[in-house]
């Protein structure tokens, strides 16, 4: 599934775009670019500046990323969320990541979305997402850190 691509380490998948934007072969605006991660607006804005940070090296899912990958995409996403407070002065920004289909991702590439947001601009997110588990707070916190061996 995976390929090399000379220069870039890591695999990358065919057919993927957003791997087929991080070696040139889709097009994109590309607002900056290091060795680890790529950032570049998003051809379905949703606010002037929505920016999506992704690592260059194919990975479907958060869960599927590296520590370096991730640190390249926090670093990178770090350094965008400063440049699109200068460039756009925006009242804030969303951070958002859609991890899996049932999430609402559409593109199997991890990214981040870096969303400028400003008073009035009708956006709504994260809206009557209240529901309590069945599970209480107590069983649901020693699940999770079981599964992380602890």
């Known amino acids: 599934m995976g390929v090399q691509v000379k220069g870039l380490p890591g695999a990358l998948v065919e057919g993927c775009v957003f791997c087929a934007i991080s070696v040139g072969r889709a097009p994109a605006e590309i607002v900056c670019q290091e060795t680890g991660a790529l950032a570049f607006l998003d051809i379905h804005p949703v606010a002037p500046g929505h920016t999506l940070v992704i690592p260059r090296r194919h990975a ?3 869960a599927e990323l590296d520590e370096e990958a991730a640190a390249a995409v926090m670093r990178l996403a770090t350094r965008m969320a400063r440049a699109l407070y200068r460039a756009l002065q925006p009242d804030g920004l969303t951070l958002l990541q859609n991890d899996g289909r049932a999430a609402g991702q559409e593109v199997p ?17 994260g809206r009557g997402l209240l529901r309590r588990p069945a599970e209480s707070p107590a069983e649901i916190g020693r699940r999770i850190r079981a599964a992380l061996g602890g």
Not at 115 to 123: K, M, S
């Open 109 to 125: 590439h991890f990214h981040l979305h870096l969303i400028p947001r400003w008073y009035g601009d009708g956006l709504r997110m």
């Open 60 to 62: 479907d899912s958060i």
